[in-house]
Nanobody, 112 residues
Framework: VQLVESGGGLVQPGGSLRLSCAAS????????MSWYRQAPGKEREWVAT????????WYADPVKGRFTISRDNAKTTVYLQMNSLKPRNTAVYYC??????WGKGTLVTVSS
């Protein structure tokens, strides 16, 4: 199992970013996928999950209405569209699959 995140970077408050997580080594279409984040000095927290099949989506309260999780099973990729970003959204964002599989993360910095 390999999960590789990309798309992080520096963005101004109010801006947007789209994170990607390229998955390989397992039958992607049969697994729910999640995003987590870990801000400096804080514990890792769950952000969003998308199921498969069906594509039901679940969000942590702080990101509801601003973040959207999606997936492309043909590309074995899961995405996190982040809008109206705030400085407190600064964190390393991780892609995860059940069974304890994690990517190495991608850093998102929201700052003016």
């Amino acid at each position: 199992v390999q999960l590789v995140e990309s798309g992080g970077g520096l963005v101004q408050p109010g801006g947007s970013l789209r994170l990607s997580c390229a998955a390989s080594g397992f039958t992607f279409s049969t697994y729910s996928m999640s995003w987590y984040r870990q801000a400096p000095g804080k514990e890792r927290e769950w952000v969003a999950t998308i199921t498969s099949p069906g594509g039901s989506r679940w969000y942590a309260d702080p990101v509801k209405g601003r973040f959207t999780i999606s997936r492309d099973n043909a590309k074995t990729t899961v995405y996190l569209q982040m809008n109206s970003l705030k400085p407190r959204n600064t964190a390393v964002y991780y892609c995860s699959r059940g069974g304890g599989y994690w990517g190495k993360g991608t850093l998102v910095t929201v700052s003016s």
